[in-house]
């Protein structure tokens, strides 16, 4: 006979259940201060709030992509940030794997290096980047500061670091037996690279790029020096629902909604993989 597993005590269950509840309130409450905030015509939104709203609209929903160039801002956040992604995710992929697997002088200092432009605030890069950006626009013509190309390579300053060192503590947990085999069949180390390791991998890659997407989609810093009118992405163009006499607060409401759906779909869909990918990369 095999007993049962003894039940925990009601104490503890109603405990957990109050907690879990209370943190679901937590939770939840904002968003539906956002929802229903971004449905109400403004008089209301300004005056006292009402958890039940008398009336609902939709016209906050419409008139987002009218009070500010939304859908260009939308384009220009998702080129940016999807860009600075692939380009971070492909250069930590082979940065990640020499580490990973060979020895060379200056390794430790380069891994070092990599872990400690993490420790730094971004606004201690702010200045020298903008310096950089304009001294090379005016002396090569390349116009860096104000563009997409030079926001790519801002947030590509703090994406790439991370994606290195996530993805060697990643390629770290793959044994090295299955690039040994790959080498036997013939396959030479860039062959073994794409053939054996990235399949095996692709967990970390996965993980690592919803972060650097999720960093640069949100970022404010860089974004609101680097821009212009032009190059401005979402979270610096959200700003222009505030006038100097008044703000839109049901079409900011509908706007963070809109905007935060690619990021939330995103994690819903990847989610297998990025829990995954943190849980290796932990284990080093």
Known sequence: MHSSPTAPPRSFVWTRRIVLTLLTVFAVTPVYVMLSSSLKPLEDVTGSFQWIPSGLTIRPYLDIWDTVPLARYFVNSLIVAGAATACSVVIAVFAAYAVSRYRFRGKRLFTVTVLSTQMFPGILFLLPLFLIFVNIGNTTGI????????LILTYMTFT????IWMLVGYLDSIPRDLDEAALVDGCGPLKALFRVVVPAAVPGI?????YSFMTAWGEV?????????????LSVGLQGYATQTEVYWNQVMAASLVVSLPIVAGFLLLQRYLVAGLTAGAVK
């Open 143 to 150: 116009a860096l500061y104000g563009s997409r190309g030079g």
């Open 160 to 163: 790439l670091p991370f994606s």
């Open 206 to 210: 996965v993980a690592v790029a919803i």
């Open 221 to 233: 810093l860089f974004a609101s020096v680097m821009t212009n009118d032009v190059t401005r992405t």
